[in-house]
């Protein structure tokens, strides 16, 4: 039964990276702790991730799973690793330059201008900020790291192959975004984006969950977007 099981998550998995633009962020029931242990986790994880620009197998495996409920988006992504780079640190801190890490990215109305970034490393430490860009594309943007996503959590654990991360991030504290003209989403809203990870590990690697045509401005092409979907 478990390889049965397993066969078919592989099988759902390449189906949807393969043949779809869209990604379901499911609706649940449940309570979801977030402690950086996956095992309350009852959604599908999609994977893996590829290299962000090619589209190429990537060295180390990153799989997400995207779930709701009322009040909060919910995001777990299971990292494999065999050598973790970064450290425990201040929030808010530039980790993306030298920590492991996994990102996402949203633009919630889709007009490639305004996007909320958060990063965590594997060992809990976040930031979050929202992104101006200056054209469709984003050949250029203003970075706002005062941005404070009040209440949202953040935690990593270090497994027997890498690092898990969970977040939680309440719709409450995105509606007092300014130009990013958030609204709590119901069953059918779809917002476009993107999630990351940064692998400095023996070979530095960006790796996305969808990859671009090219890596002309790196993670930062909201044009290329792709949806997400709140689903049942």
């Given at each position: 039964m478990k390889?049965?099981?397993l066969f078919y998550l592989v099988v759902f998995n390449f189906s949807l990276l393969s043949y779809s633009q869209t990604f379901p962020i499911h609706k649940i029931?449940?309570?979801?702790t977030i402690d950086g242990d996956l095992s309350d986790w009852k959604t599908p994880?999609?994977?893996p991730f590829v290299i962000?620009?090619?589209?190429l197998k990537a060295t180390q495996e990153t799989y997400v799973s995207l779930s709701w409920d009322n009040e909060n988006l919910y995001l777990a992504y299971r990292s494999k690793d065999s050598k973790i780079i970064g450290s425990a640190k201040k929030n808010d801190s530039?980790?993306?330059?030298t920590d492991d890490l996994v990102e996402f990215f949203m633009d919630p109305d889709g007009d490639s201008q305004n996007y909320i970034e958060v990063g965590v490393n594997a060992f809990s430490s976040n930031y979050?900020?929202?992104?101006?860009?200056?054209?469709?594309?984003c050949g250029g943007w203003d970075t706002d790291i005062s941005l404070d996503i009040v209440g949202m959590k953040t935690a990593s654990k270090i497994t027997s192959d890498g690092y898990n991360v969970e977040i939680k991030i309440p719709f409450s504290s995105l509606t007092s975004i300014k130009d990013a003209d958030f609204t709590t989403p119901i069953i059918g809203t779809k917002w476009k984006g993107n999630l990351f990870r940064i692998d400095y590990g023996n070979e530095t690697e960006y790796q996305a969950i969808s990859p671009y045509n090219d890596s002309k401005f790196g993670f930062h092409q909201p044009d290329q977007f792709k949806t997400?979907?709140?689903?049942e």
């Open positions: 390889i049965s099981c029931t449940n309570v979801i994880f999609i994977g962000h620009d090619s589209g530039q980790i993306f330059n979050d900020m929202i992104i101006h860009c200056v054209s469709p594309s997400f979907e709140f689903i």
